[in-house]
């Protein structure tokens, strides 16, 4: 079985360009999580999908930021426009069921770099 | 609000046992995930804990007690491959999220 994968792994962008992040969750996982690791802190949660719906989304940490997950299968994270605090590794993960204590498995990040 | 504390850095020596503490504040409990992050790769599932005690699995075991907010994680006949970084994560009190704390980079040199 895939696990969740991210594209891409890297990016390397100039302040004020715009980014999209792709995640493709395992297959049959309902839930979809983003997550940011900014250099030096923890991983903190940005918003969570279920199917195409948004159910959390109190992490995004301004209008910058955009998710999306059409269909409810992919998921996408467009940062328009970027800024220099942006930059970290941005993890995607995916649970199966709706249970507060579901595993939760994660993709290897896209580390982006605003410039 | 949520907050979870763990040593920043350890080093351990090939062979040895090293044992990786978590102390947490939550307002509710549902259980702690330890993962387990080689540099570069997706952070990995290690264990679940919802009730107090050890649970074993191989070389690396997990330790809960609720009481008082405290885990750890236990890892038996250190190999180099288990050089990486060791996060302690907690459902969030609102939400389906996790909230991860900070991590513990673990060196094992030969």
């Known amino acids: 079985e895939a696990g969740v994968t991210q594209f891409p792994s890297h990016s390397v962008i100039e302040k004020g360009q715009t980014v999209t992040l792709r995640c493709d969750p395992i297959?049959?996982?309902?839930?979809l999580y983003w997550y940011r690791r900014v250099m030096g802190k923890e991983i903190k949660f940005l918003l969570h999908?279920?199917?195409?719906?948004?159910?959390?989304e109190s992490g995004m940490p301004n209008n910058r930021f955009l998710a999306e997950r059409t269909g409810g299968t992919y998921s996408t994270l467009k940062v328009q426009p970027a800024e220099l605090e942006d930059s970290g590794v941005y993890f995607c993960?995916?649970?199966?069921?709706?249970?507060?204590?579901?595993?939760?498995?994660f993709g290897p990040g896209t580390r982006l770099t605003v410039l | 609000g949520q907050n979870i504390d763990q040593p920043t850095e350890m080093t351990a020596t090939e062979g040895a046992i090293v044992q990786i503490n978590c102390t947490y504040q939550t307002s509710g409990f549902n259980g702690l995930f330890w993962y387990q992050q080689h540099a570069g790769e997706a952070p990995t599932f290690l264990s679940y804990?919802?009730?107090?005690g050890l649970e074993e699995k191989g070389r690396f075991s997990s330790f809960l007690s609720r009481s008082k907010g405290y885990s750890y994680l236990l890892l038996k006949e250190l190999q180099m491959k288990d050089s990486a970084s060791y996060l302690c994560a907690v459902p969030a009190d609102y939400g389906q999220n996790f909230v991860f704390g900070p991590g513990t980079r673990l060196s094992v040199l030969p």
């Open positions: 804990n919802v009730l107090d």
């Open positions: 993960a995916s649970s199966q069921g709706r249970g507060l204590t579901d595993t939760q498995y």
């Open positions: 999908f279920v199917k195409e719906s948004k159910q959390d």
């Open positions: 297959s049959g996982h309902d839930n």
